[in-house]
């Protein structure tokens, strides 16, 4: 267990602070429950309104309290009061703290300071908290219940192996009682609110070292410290226990309802996709899919690898679980050939690929259910099975049979899990379960949770998910950069650029140009015009010379009357340069995982493609390649249908040349982006051709959020 945390989840004693006489309000809940589940430290109701609060004696204050040391406080008090509490638990030598009130920064600039307030204080002091405006935790098997929450009314949960942090009090307790009703135990249960020190990966962290946990479960509204969150899922990954995420807020009106609910600050949702799915934690759309992925995960556990078998008793439910499998990324490889003479001789009038389909002739001889049950798992090398007998497990004439086949086809030794998809009641239900298989009873949800449970396998046994160190900060400020000061900037840290030169005015321009050979583009030079050409401020293959210098005094022109109130600084003249393809690279600052940096690709399909790859800054220049390798254009780098193979190593080398450049100067710039970086042929190299520097402003600052821009 996070060593910072003991005290928090195995305290030797607990003061209630605003304790409740009635067990059904908030300041009574927590108190109700360690007493009913048998919390065996201390127990301290503080109350300066009563003598005695649920039968124990109570005290006015933490300071009245006849111990020199109290672990932990769970707090329900008006939010004023805390900070006052805070400091005099100092006294007791008090370790952590729940602070179950609301009141603080969801509500505003007056509660974030007041929670700013409460955090100094702990901090002070040595106290780490949970909280504020949160639901808080519980703990099985210890009598622990730092929590309020309906989801212990009736006593304590199942004990098991599934860990649940969430952000929403709430909702994780909604999920804990879908997964109860799942029939999944409960180890431990946390929600952490507005997250002002202890956080969603500080939990995970927790859970990870928790012996007693399996699985973590994972809601989040919003990722508060995106790298502290990576490291948290590796130590989880290295601990053999995956994380399952549902992250919502993922639209506009979802991010402000996150804000206003916990200020959590949602980021960029595709951003956050691509990172956390190179992180090891499965990340999840829906509820059901949550819970069906935790009922695989804490039943059989995860899968070696993505073979998927699929038995059915309908063509059609067949053909559905094959296009989910498919989808799913699932290996719906033929049974072997030997196995398909096998299920021929058995099943004549059924098919023997994959899926294996026996056809309704199973209705009249059960036997050749157990016979094919048989065959898939114990020849088909499969990494798991999945089924489909619709309502017969219910049947009160089918049913039996076909239960004492499959039983009896799994008997053959085989330990492949097997999901059974059915109608059925819960009494069948369980029936089932109890012999260690998976029910469902819509077959996509059987395939999805299965192949969820193939990904966390192929990512706890895969290679470490590495959050790379960011660099000490640049003290170097910039201020409004055009373009050329951007590419003399981007040249200094390596990138390589175009030859160019600039002049201030038209005359300059056509002697300056003379300095090249052959076609030039020339261009507006201003920090205020990000969209040249709409403004008319780009000529292309324009002659040096007289050439050069009309066509200056043109861009000058046609971008004052468009922009009469931008700094026009002059033109930049370059050469024009052929290449084979086109790439855009942008680096910026994310408010959830700090500096960051993309690879598309350019010139037409920029927009056409929308493929785009994401990693965290800084990365080297073979995780870069990995990144351009992703690129769903990338056969178009790559030599398709006879054209010349581009320079990718010249590319990846570049645009780890830039994540570098964002991470060194993570304090003052928020975006760069390179478009378009024109690509050469093999071994010739790449060209930055343009660029652009956005740097902070007081209008515009960088967004730093703890880990995000450390």
Known sequence: MAKSLDALFAPRSIAFIGASNDPTRIGGRPLHYCLRDGFEGEIYPVNPSRDKVQGLKAFPSIGAIPADEVDLLVIAVPPKAIPMVLAEAGAKNVRAAVVLTSGFSETGEKGAALEAEMLATARKLGIRLLGPNCLGFYKAGDGIAATFSSLLEDGPPPQGELAIVSQSGAYGAHIAMLARRRGIGLASFAATGNECDIGVADLIEAAAADINVKVIGCYVEGIRHGRAFLRAVEVARLAGKPVILLKVGTSSSGQKAAQSHTASLAGDDRTLDQIIGRSGAIRVETTQELVDTLYVLTRRGLLASN???????????????????????????????????????????????????????????????????????????????????????????????????????????????????????????????????????????????????ATAGRAISGAPACVPTLPDTSTKCFVRLDEAEALAALADAGIPT?????????????????????????????????????????????????????????????????????????????????????????????????????????????????????????????????????????????????????????????????????????????????????????????????????????????????????
Not at 371 to 394: C, H, K, L
Not at 624 to 649: H, N, W, Y
């Open 498 to 710: 175009m030859p160019f030169a600039t002049a201030r005015n038209s005359a300059e321009a056509g002697r300056i140009s003379r300095q090249f050979d052959g076609p030039l583009a020339i261009k507006v030079i201003s920090p205020d015009v990000q969209h040249k050409s709409d403004a008319g401020g780009v000529r292309l293959a324009v002659d040096p010379g007289n050439q050069a210098a009309d066509a200056a005094s043109k861009i000058l022109a046609d971008v004052g009357r468009a922009h009469p109130a931008a700094e026009i600084r002059g033109v930049l003249i370059a050469p024009m340069i052929r290449g084979v393809a086109e790439l855009i690279l942008g680096a910026r600052i994310d408010p959830v995982f700090g500096p960051v940096v993309s690879v598309g690709m350019g010139g037409i399909f920029t927009e056409l493609l929308d493929d785009v790859a994401i990693g965290l800054a800084p990365l080297d220049a073979n995780e870069a390649l990995e990144l351009i390798r992703s690129l769903c254009g990338f056969p178009l780098l790559d030599g398709m249908r006879g054209k010349p193979r581009v320079d990718i190593r010249a590319a990846a080398e570049t645009m780890a040349a830039m994540s570098r450049f964002i991470a060194r100067h993570r304090g003052t710039i928020l975006e760069v982006e390179i478009n378009p970086l024109l690509l050469l042929e093999e071994h010739k190299g790449a060209v930055a051709l343009d660029a652009l520097i956005i740097p902070e402003t007081a209008e515009n600052p960088v967004i730093q959020n703890g880990q995000a821009a450390a």
């Open 307 to 453: 073979r998927l078998g699929i038995l059915t008793v309908s063509g059609g439910a067949g053909i559905l679980m094959a296009d989910a499998a498919e989808a799913a990324g699932f290996d719906i490889a033929s049974m072997p050939e030997p196995a398909r003479a096998d299920l021929d001789a058995r099943i004549p009038l059924g098919s023997s690929a994959n899926p294996v389909d026996t056809t309704a002739q199973a209705m009249s001889d059960a036997s050749i259910v157990r016979d094919a049950v048989s065959i898939v798992t114990r020849q088909g090398n499969y990494d798991a099975v999945v089924a489909f007998f619709m309502n017969w497990p219910e049947s009160p004439v089918l049913g039996p049979p076909l239960r004492e086949a499959i039983q009896q086809g799994l008997e053959s030794g085989s330990e492949v899990p097997f999901a059974i998809c059915m109608n059925a009641g819960p009494r069948t239900v369980s029936e089932y379960e109890e012999t260690g298989l998976l029910v469902f009873e819509d077959p996509s949800f059987a395939v999805t949770a299965l192949a969820h449970a």
